[in-house]
Each structure stands twice: as structure tokens, then as C-alpha cells.
């Protein structure tokens, strides 16, 4: 596994930010350049949580939010896959994102806000990640900029 990051500067503070990214509507706005109608789910948006990033048909990961402190970062350990809304058993370690991170990490500046992106990829998906990101960040810095 690598790890990709992704930055941008947004013009807007870190509390706008943090909605933009984890307000359930809003996730689903920038959510969908990686896939149309991704959603997340979970009964507590909290650190040690389990949350399910899934597609409309319930195809996606399962992790736990790992560390978290509220408008500056958040750091999802993903734990598996799900097909189907069901947890499914990892059977090839090698493509598996079993303790991937993924993090979202908040800096407030006098002007704004700077994001900054971690993700942990399996090889078969840089290209996707490395096109994909910067347009769902930019996503992000849109919503920010108007709510």
C-alpha cells in the first residue's frame, strides 16, 4: 500500500469546512464524484465508531473512526469490504484495504482553511485516486466557500 495526499486551500473557516465534508447531504455532494449516491453511514459520528461508506446498492468499505477531534481532523481506519449492505471476509490480504487510513486533517489559517487528504491506496487504484481526489476536494472547497 502507498499513501497519496492531497491538499487544498479553502476560503472559508475550519467549522464551514468540517460541514462541508461531514454533513450527511454534503458528503453526498462530494462523495459522488467517486461514486453517484455514496452516503455514509453510522449510529455515532464519534472516535471509535464504525461507519460504512457505501454505494445505493450497499457496495463499499467498513471502518472505524479512528481519531477524531471535531473541525480539525478525523482519521477512518477502513476494516474491510461490504457487498451488499454485508461484511465480507477478507480473502486476498494483498487486495484487501484492511487498515487503510484515510485522514482529513483541518489547518486554519488567518484567511481560510487548508485541507489536507491522506489516503491510503491499494496500487491498482492510483490513477483513479490521484484523478478523482483533486476534483472531489474541489467539491469540498465549493460547498465550504458558499454555506
Known amino acids: 500500500?502507498?499513501?497519496?495526499?492531497?491538499?487544498?486551500?479553502?476560503?472559508a473557516n475550519?467549522?464551514?469546512?468540517?460541514q462541508s465534508l461531514w454533513d450527511s447531504e454534503n458528503y453526498k455532494k462530494w462523495?459522488?464524484?467517486?461514486?453517484?449516491?455514496?452516503?455514509?453511514?453510522?449510529?455515532?459520528?464519534?472516535?471509535?465508531?464504525?461507519?460504512?461508506?457505501?454505494?445505493p446498492i450497499g457496495d463499499g468499505m467498513f471502518s472505524v473512526?479512528?481519531?477524531?477531534?471535531?473541525?480539525?481532523?478525523?482519521?477512518?481506519?477502513?476494516?474491510?469490504?461490504?457487498?451488499e449492505f454485508v461484511e465480507q471476509a477478507v480473502t486476498d490480504p494483498s487486495k484487501s484495504w484492511?487498515?487503510?487510513?484515510?485522514?482529513?486533517?483541518?489547518?486554519?489559517?488567518?484567511?481560510?482553511?487548508s485541507l489536507i487528504v491522506k489516503v491510503d491506496i491499494l496500487e491498482d487504484f492510483r490513477d483513479y485516486m490521484n484523478k478523482t481526489f483533486p476534483l472531489a476536494i474541489q467539491v469540498i472547497k465549493q460547498i465550504s466557500e458558499t454555506i
Open 31 to 55: 462523495a459522488s464524484v467517486f461514486y453517484p449516491g455514496s452516503q455514509y453511514k453510522t449510529d455515532d459520528f464519534a472516535q471509535g465508531s464504525r461507519i460504512y461508506f457505501i454505494s
Open 98 to 113: 484492511e487498515n487503510a487510513l484515510e485522514s482529513y486533517k483541518l489547518r486554519q489559517e488567518v484567511t481560510g482553511t
Open 14 to 18: 475550519a467549522e464551514k469546512v468540517w
Open 1 to 11: 500500500m502507498e499513501t497519496l495526499e492531497f491538499n487544498i486551500r479553502i476560503n
Open 65 to 83: 473512526i479512528e481519531k477524531m477531534e471535531i473541525n480539525k481532523m478525523v482519521v477512518f481506519r477502513h476494516l474491510g469490504e461490504v457487498k
